[in-house]
């Protein structure tokens, strides 16, 4: 062997491949080594042999304040979260609030938009809810918004969006609809509602509602939507009177 080659496995074109290691990296900075504590201020790993009893633990007990703050931190944006959600929702009944309803309106117009995607707006009024305010008490009020409320969510579609706009108006988004099964669908939500009845003091009591349906239209804005789909149950509301 000739002892001027270098140490390596020579290729059938002479190329010569080393065999030897490459050589080791230093830890990048700021990198942990076993046995070492890392610290920020020194911006380098320094032996946990050549700190002092005293440094030691004051480094470790810092340690133990950054993880604490870390927890801290991550139920903050925990809480942060519930508290979103908190907001989203209308204090009596288990829907959305107006707020919440108006962005997700605008959400879903942009969507119609961008991906033509149908649908439609329905506006529901609940009728003659001062009278029961008036004869039965707010209590029964409540009660009665409690049950439009509930009669909506359990039939309208997951994909569907109820909201509470406030006082006695509800509206919902009908997904990927168009005006003609709309008018179906709220008139079908409309005897649902109707037909719900609520317990109040010993007695079964029930609403009706009027209502109005409105096509999504892309690059419409929200407001306007809303306020033409309570146009529309306006009309009706007169109509049938």
């Excluded at 290729?11 to 010569?16: A, K, L, S």
């Excluded at 969510?153 to 919902?172: A, M, N, T, Y």
Aim: hydrophobic share 40%; with cysteine.
């Amino acid at each position: 062997m000739n002892a001027d080659r270098p140490s390596g496995m020579q290729r059938p074109n002479g190329e010569v491949r080393a065999l030897s290691k490459p050589a080791r990296r230093p830890p990048k900075r700021g990198a942990s080594v076993p046995g070492s504590l890392v610290t920020e201020n020194l911006g380098s790993d320094v032996p946990a042999r050549e700190l002092t009893p005293k440094v030691r633990a004051a480094l470790e007990h810092l340690q133990g304040e950054v993880d604490r703050l870390r927890q801290d931190l991550a139920a903050a944006h925990q809480r942060l979260e519930y508290l979103q959600c908190l907001s989203d929702l209308d204090p009596l009944v288990p829907l959305i609030n107006r707020r919440a309803f108006m962005r997700e309106l605008k959400r879903f117009i942009g969507l119609a938009q961008r991906y033509g995607n149908a649908g439609s707006l329905v506006f529901f009024d609940v009728d003659d809810l001062k009278s029961i305010n008036d004869v039965e008490g707010h209590g029964a009020g409540d009660a009665a918004l409690i049950s439009v409320a509930s009669a909506l969510l359990d039939h309208v579609r997951g994909s569907d969006i109820v909201g509470r706009l406030g006082g006695d108006e509800f509206s919902v988004i009908l997904v990927r609809s168009t005006p003609e099964t709309a008018e179906d669908t709220a008139a079908r939500l409309a005897e649902q509602i109707r037909d719900t009845k609520f317990d109040w003091k010993g007695r079964r009591l029930g609403v009706t509602v009027s209502y109005g349906v409105h096509p999504i239209l892309p690059g419409q804005h929200e407001d306007e939507a809303l306020h033409s789909a309570d146009i529309a149950m306006y009309r009706r509301k007169r109509a049938t009177a």
